[in-house]
Structures are given as structure tokens and as C-alpha cells.
């Protein structure tokens, strides 16, 4: 009885729904600010992010006759429901709801289920600027899953496990693991990008070429959800990049802790950096970058992943 | 105590979505200039959307004339409730100095219901500024 | 894969003003474009006709918001050869000073636009930031951020103290090092270029054909500028260079509006330090003798040609407008054929379109 207590407890709360939402919501505000300060604005105040999804759930929610009207209020959930599963596996400075061997194949898949249920949105809700965002959004998918893939391959590899608790707990016995495999991380960290859907990769939801791609129809209840799982969907890769690439763990429940939420907004703060800087490449600039960079370099990494491997 | 909740949420996060209907492009220019480093709307959590159906508040520039009229009424029917109009310069709230003109129907309000006018030609960026947060606080 | 149409404007993104191109896409790239125009037809050279001349100059002026002192400079001038009105020296050097800064502020204007276009926001931002310097320059002299109101038919409406002309000089040089700034980014930024360059290019074929004018024919190589080949008012006693580029492209757009943008400022400068005394403006007559004129002005996208009629009266018989963005819309048709969407945002984009004026 108090198992089921505490398992419930732990699905709402810590790691489960309320966790994840606050930590979606600041850290998509220190995304904003970080961008912000950047362009030589303030930025937004801390509580942004909340009111944007609570004003957007109190809107109408409007759709054009064409548009399949199951498929557009489902998606969005179906999707959110993938991110946040996803989340509980994920561990937060070294707390998780539950791993086991294999966790970390799950986390990838259930991350990528947004992108098609993105790609399906465009399609459910019609609308020329939804269709064209829907197929780039597929294209996009196919450039950076691949990389991110492989880039995560080389932990696992290398602590001989899939699962992402032992992942963490080998690097702890040596150094963050991004110091063996920059390339990587850096991989891993650009197929996120593009994962995210953000500048310079928001090429799915343009917004000075197709309006908002697959969610121009989309509004109120399903637009906020979408939002939601867009940054429920960040704060879980970046913690899954910081548990892969820079999971050392250090003594001390509270200093490990900070360690840990350091690492996960200076990523935030990479992300930011990365997307003022450049500006949105085309679409066939991307599968270029994703299967003609990316890839060969996330399979070096992993051959010199291999050597180290057998040389140790 | 959740309607509080809500009506917070719209006064701290209306997104604005702008059409010129047929103006000489002043005032635009100073609306966007809204979002440059000086200004800086976002500090507000006032962000531009380009759908229209993303948006709260519909800032309506210029006067009507007749070629524009039919798209802006498509975008206001667009636009989830709740939801409200601003008009920014001078012709666009009356039809101003292009008011006698042949190709002009005169003001945003011959099409579409105005929440909020602000007369000016251009206006200037803090009086645009000044507009929203008035319409915002009469939400 | 199938074909799509899809509506760019009246409201899209990357418009400010509205026009509507009915873009036919077969996956990524564009087969067919369909250009509408005449949203923003207000009929404003008829309204002008039931003006007098007086009253006519701040109507001229709402043509554009973003070249609003240049339309207005025009018409002043056409009127003024017409009546022969003898118009002092300094109020001619002002209205030149006005018609700089618009420049820099239209160019500044449209490379924010092209970065936020292109998708890198912070240009926009940094391109803005420091256009709010010109547009400081601007209200002190006249009161007005983007109308100005600057001219009348005999003169100018303002007449700086040279406290104040200090004053924008100093924020002139401010401005200076900033764009400096900004040309680094457009001359160098990997991204920037990457997406800019070979997008749109005309050769000097292209650019005869469709009669296109200003930055863009200067960066097919059209090595031609009103203000040096036809002087007007006080150019001849300015020295300034004018920028001439071959690559046709959007990038080249870039660097001969931003390169310009740095000539525009040291014009400004030049001015500034040459600025004769006297008298602003003189009195103008109500009424304009029987005669045509045809004034020529180059404005911050290319040459502004106006042809004025008078019969004797109070009243304009006819003024007629001609600016320079309408050839560049229809060469837009065959310009978009076979790029992608994405590429297509940067060539619109990288015209500088000016619908308000090309309608009227």
C-alpha cells in the first residue's frame, strides 16, 4: 500500500509531472534570457514561460474544417505523455524513478516520438504552411537522429551498459566522459538542437518562410501543450546529455546537486549561444551537415571510443 | 481563483500579431522597432506571432482600403477569443489624411470591432507601448 | 511530389506591407509565382490633386513611411524649378543632411530586416540598436522619428542650432563605429554569407531588362548613382564615392547597402561642417505657372522620379510618382523560379521592397 503511495507521489511530483513542468518552464525562461542578454535585451521576467502556457490553455481552441479534429487534440498529448515518460528514466543528479538495463534505448525513442507526432500534427491539421513544415520536419528527423544515435552509442560502449545510471556511475570512477569524447558531445549537442527544433535548425517551423510550420493551425489547449512538450522535450536531453557527457559525480548530495544543475543550464546556455550566432540553415544544408558531418564524426568518435577501450 | 489565474495569464502574456491594412508603412516601422534592444517588449512577455491564430491582440496599422478589407477580416475570424484589436496611427482610426481618398473605406473600425485607438502619425514607440499595457490592463 | 500552393501574404512574416505572391511549390522549390499587388493603393496622386501645393507636401510625405523626406524633397524641388523659386543655399543643405540619414536609417532598417529574415534574430537586434542612434539625429533636427515634415516648397521646415549639429555629430561618429561593427558581420559572418551569397543574382542584363535601380543595380555592377551622374541640389559640392559591386547576388546587396550606409554618414559629416548660414526657407507663391517638370531624386532604394503638371492654379494639375520598387517586384516572377522557400525569403527579402511605395 505505501509502495503504491509513494510511487504515485513520485509520478507527480519528484521526478514525475511537477518536477519536470517547473523545470521545463526555467529552463526555457534561462533559454530566453540567455538569448536576451545576449542581443543586448533584458528578456523576459523568470515567470514567462508559465504565463504563456497558462494563457495559451484558456484560449479558444480553433481549427480549420479540413483538419482531423481527433488527431489534432490527441497528438499533442500522446506526445507530452512520451517526453514526460521519459523524464522519470532520466536520472536528476543521480535520483531516478527506475532503471534497468536498456533504459537508455527507451529514453531515445520516447524522445523522438514528438518529432513524428510534430510531423503528423502538420498533416492532421492541413493548411499549405502545416504541410510544408510536416515533411521538413520529417526530412529534419532523419538528418539528426541517425548522429544522435551513434554519438550516444559511445557511452554506453564504454561503460558496457545501456542503461544511463551506470553510464553516469562509471564516469564517476574517471572523468566526465565529454573529455574522451568531445566529438561526441558535440555531436549529441547539435542532433539535440535540431531535436528541439530550435534556431539554427528551426528550419520545421520557419517563421519567415512557413509561419510556424505544423502548428500554424494549431491553437489554445493544443498549442500550449505543444509548447510544453517542446520544453519538457529540452530539459530532458540536455539532463540526458549532461548524464552521458558529463556525469561525474562529486561527494556530497548538495554539492553534486549543483554540480549537476550547473552543468544542465550552462548546456541551456550553450544552446542559446549556438542559436544567436547563426543563422537558419535550409533544409538541404541540413541533411548535408547531418549525414556528411555529423555522422562520419560521431563514427570516428566511437572507433577512437573502441581503441581507448581496448588499450585500457 | 483558476478565472484569476487566467486573466493574470492574459494580462502578462499577450502575443500580438500586426497587419498593415493599407498604410505607408510609418508606423509598422516603429512597431517593430518595439522589439529592438532599446525597447525591448519582451521584458513584458509581449512577443510577435506570425500566425494568426497564435495571437491575442491584432494591431491593425493604416486605413482600410478596399482591395485589403477581405484579408482582414479572414484574420480577425482567425484568431482565437479572447481577442483584441488595436489601431495604431491616425488613419487608421479614422482613415485620417487619406480619408477622401478613392481607394480608401476609412477606418479599422468600418471592418472589424476596435478595442483600443491610438491616434498618432507615426506613432511613436512608447505611445504604441502605452496603448497595449492600457488595453491589457482593462482586460 | 505533389504540387502545393502556398499564399505568401497580404500577412506573412516577411512582409511588412502587403502584397501576395501565390507561390506553386513542387516539394521545396518554387515552379510558379503569382505577384498581386495593390493592397496599399490609397490613390494618393489623385488626392493630391484636390490639394494646393502647400497642403500636398505632407500627403507626399505618408507615400512612405520609411523614404518619406526623400518623396518629399522631390516634389519640393519639382515645384520650386517650376515656380523658379530661388531657394537658399542652407535650406538646401539641410534637406540633403535629412535625405542621409534617411539613407542610413533605411539601409540599417532593411539589414535587420534581412537578418531577422534569414533567421538570425540577432542581427536584427544589433542592426536596430544602432539605428535608434540616426533616428536620434532625426526627432532633434525636425521632430520626427520617420515623418519628418521637414520640407515645404521654398525651404525647410527646421533650422539646427550648432549646439545641436554638434550634438549629432558626436552620435553620428557613435553610429560610425557601430556600422563598422556591422560591416564585419556582413563581410565576414560564415552563416550570413552562407545564406546570402549566390541567392537572386541578376547580371547587368537582368537589371536593364526589368529597369531596376539603386543598391541593387549597384551591386549587379550598374555603376550608376543620381546623385554623381545627374547632380541635384548640393551633391556637386559633396564628395562621396559610390559603391559598385559585381557579384549580383544578395550578399553584394548587403555590402553596397552597408558600405553606402558608411558614405551616408561621412556625407552627413561633410555637411554638417559646411553648413553656410542665412536663411531656411523663403516665401512661396499660391499659385505656380502653366508648365511640366520632371524631378529625379535617388532615395534609399534607387531613383524617385516625379512628374509635375501645373495650369496655373492653386492646385497640382497632375503628379505623377514613379519609385523604384515596382521593377523590382515584377522581376520577382522569374527571379523565384526554381529556388527553394528557403532561399526565396532571402531574395524578397534582399530587394528592400517598399510596397507603400510602389502602390501609393
Redesign the interface.
Known amino acids: 500500500m505505501l509502495d503504491w503511495l509513494l510511487l504515485t507521489l513520485q509520478m507527480l511530483f519528484f521526478p514525475g509531472l511537477v518536477f519536470q513542468f517547473a523545470g521545463a518552464m526555467v529552463f526555457e525562461w534561462i533559454y530566453r534570457v540567455s ?1 536576451a542578454s ?4 533584458i528578456g523576459p521576467p523568470w515567470y514567462q514561460p508559465l504565463m504563456d502556457f497558462l494563457k495559451l490553455i484558456s484560449k479558444e481552441d480553433i481549427l480549420p474544417k479540413s483538419a482531423n479534429r481527433w488527431a489534432a487534440t490527441l497528438l499533442p498529448v500522446f506526445s507530452m505523455a512520451c517526453v514526460f515518460t521519459a523524464g522519470m528514466y532520466v536520472p536528476f543528479a543521480g535520483t531516478v524513478f527506475d532503471s534497468f538495463e536498456g533504459d537508455l534505448v527507451m529514453v531515445v525513442i520516447l524522445l523522438s516520438v514528438p518529432s513524428l507526432g510534430y510531423f503528423l500534427n502538420g498533416w492532421a491539421t492541413g493548411g ?2 502545416s ?2 513544415g510536416a ?2 520536419s520529417l526530412l529534419q528527423y532523419f538528418s539528426y537522429e541517425v548522429p544522435f544515435l551513434t554519438a550516444v552509442a559511445g557511452p554506453a560502449f564504454m561503460a558496457g551498459s545501456w542503461s544511463i545510471i551506470v553510464i553516469k556511475d562509471y564516469q564517476s570512477q574517471f572523468l566526465s566522459l565529454v573529455f574522451l569524447a568531445p566529438l561526441g558531445f558535440l555531436v549529441a549537442l547539435v542532433a539535440l538542437i535540431g531535436k528541439l527544433k530550435r ?2 535548425f ?2 520545421p517551423k ?6 510556424a510550420g505544423p502548428l500554424t493551425e494549431t491553437s489554445g489547449e493544443s498549442l500550449a501543450l505543444w509548447h510544453l512538450t517542446l520544453q519538457v522535450q529540452a530539459l530532458i536531453g540536455i539532463f540526458l546529455l549532461v548524464n552521458l557527457f558529463l556525469g561525474k559525480v562529486y561527494p556530497g548530495a548538495l554539492v553534486n546537486f549543483l554540480f549537476f544543475l550547473g552543468k544542465a543550464v550552462a548546456v541551456q546556455i550553450l544552446l542559446g549561444l549556438i542559436s ?10 541540413l541533411t548535408d551537415i547531418g549525414w556528411k558531418v555529423l555522422v562520419p564524426l560521431s563514427l570516428l568518435q566511437f572507433l577512437v571510443l573502441v581503441i581507448v577501450k581496448g588499450l585500457a | 481563483m483558476i478565472q484569476r489565474l487566467f486573466r493574470l495569464a492574459h494580462k502578462k502574456s499577450p502575443w500580438i ?1 500586426t ?12 512597431l ?2 518595439l ?4 525597447y525591448d517588449i519582451e521584458r513584458f512577455g509581449i512577443l510577435q506571432q ?1 500566425s ?1 491564430r497564435h495571437a491575442d491582440i491584432l494591431i491593425c496599422t ?2 482600410v ?1 478596399i ?2 478589407r477581405p ?1 482582414l477580416e479572414r ?1 480577425y475570424e482567425q484568431i482565437p477569443s479572447p481577442k483584441h484589436v488595436l489601431v495604431v496611427g491616425s ?1 487608421g482610426c479614422t482613415g485620417g ?2 480619408k ?5 473605406l476609412g477606418g479599422i473600425d468600418q471592418v472589424i470591432p476596435v478595442d483600443l485607438y491610438l491616434p498618432g ?2 506613432c ?1 514607440p512608447e505611445a504604441i507601448f502605452n496603448a497595449v499595457q492600457t488595453l491589457i490592463d482593462r482586460l | 511530389m505533389s504540387r ?4 505568401i501574404g ?5 512582409l ?3 502584397i501576395s505572391l501565390k507561390v506553386e ?1 513542387e ?2 522549390n518554387i515552379t510558379h509565382v503569382d505577384l498581386q499587388i ?7 496622386e ?2 493630391v490633386e ?1 490639394l494646393n501645393w502647400v497642403q500636398a507636401v ?2 507626399i510625405e ?5 523614404c ?1 523626406h526623400v518623396h518629399t524633397t522631390t516634389y519640393c524641388q519639382g515645384v520650386e524649378q517650376l515656380a523658379g523659386i530661388e531657394v537658399p543655399k542652407r535650406a538646401l543643405y539641410l534637406r540633403t543632411l535629412m535625405c542621409e540619414l534617411e539613407r542610413i536609417h533605411s539601409h540599417l ?1 532593411w539589414l ?1 530586416i534581412v ?12 542592426a ?2 544602432d ?2 542612434l540616426v ?1 536620434d539625429v532625426m526627432e532633434a533636427f525636425s521632430g520626427g ?3 519628418h515634415q521637414a520640407n515645404t516648397i521654398g525651404g525647410v521646415r527646421f533650422d539646427p542650432s550648432p549646439a545641436e549639429t554638434a550634438a549629432a555629430q558626436k552620435l553620428l561618429a557613435e553610429l560610425e563605429s557601430k556600422v563598422v561593427a556591422l560591416r564585419n558581420i556582413v563581410e565576414h559572418s560564415e ?2 554569407i ?2 546570402t551569397a549566390g541567392m537572386g543574382v541578376m547580371n547587368r542584363d537582368d537589371i536593364r531588362r526589368y529597369g531596376l535601380l539603386g543598391p541593387v543595380a549597384r551591386a549587379s555592377g550598374v555603376d550608376f548613382d543620381l546623385r554623381r551622374d545627374r547632380p541635384y541640389s548640393v551633391y556637386p559640392e559633396l564628395d562621396f564615392k559610390v559603391i559598385v559591386r559585381r557579384e549580383g547576388d544578395v550578399w553584394a546587396r548587403a555590402m553596397v547597402r552597408v558600405e553606402e550606409t558608411m558614405q551616408s554618414i561621412a556625407i552627413c559629416h561633410h555637411i554638417i561642417n559646411k553648413l553656410p548660414g542665412g536663411a531656411v526657407s523663403v516665401k512661396a507663391p499660391r499659385r505656380v505657372p502653366v508648365g511640366e517638370v520632371i524631378s529625379r531624386t535617388e532615395a534609399p532604394r534607387g531613383e524617385v522620379v516625379y512628374y509635375i503638371r501645373s495650369e496655373g492654379g492653386e492646385h497640382p494639375a497632375r503628379v505623377k510618382v514613379r519609385t523604384p520598387t515596382l521593377p523590382t517586384l515584377a522581376s520577382f516572377p522569374e527571379l523565384l523560379q526554381g529556388v ?6 532571402v531574395i524578397i ?1 534582399g530587394a528592400d521592397l ?3 511605395c510602389a502602390d501609393r
Not at chain 1, 520557419?206 to 509561419?211: D, H, R
Not at chain 2, 522589439?35 to 532599446?38: K, L
Not at chain 3, 537578418?115 to 544589433?126: K, L
Open positions: 538569448i545576449l542581443e543586448g535585451r499549405s504552411y504541410l510544408i515533411n521538413r534556431n539554427p528551426d528550419i520557419a517563421k519567415s518562410e512557413i509561419v544567436v550566432g547563426y543563422a537558419r540553415t535550409s533544409i538541404a544544408n | 500579431l497587419y498593415n491594412a493599407g498604410g505607408c508603412n510609418g508606423c509598422d516601422i516603429e517593430l522597432g522589439f529592438n534592444p532599446r506570425a494568426p493604416g486605413p482600403t482591395k485589403t484579408y484574420i488613419c489624411i487619406f477622401n481618398a478613392y481607394n480608401v502619425c507615426p511613436r | 502545393l500552393v502556398i499564399p497580404p500577412q506573412h512574416p516577411i511588412k506591407e502587403p511549390v516539394g521545396e495593390g493592397f496599399v493603393h490609397r490613390g494618393i489623385k488626392l484636390s505632407p500627403l505618408r507615400i512612405c513611411g520609411i518619406s532598417l535587420g537578418g531577422r529574415n534569414i533567421g538570425q534574430e540577432a542581427m536584427f537586434m544589433y536596430w540598436r539605428r535608434e533616428m522619428r520617420v515623418s552563416s550570413f552562407s545564406r527553394s522557400i528557403a532561399d526565396m525569403t527579402s517598399c510596397i507603400a
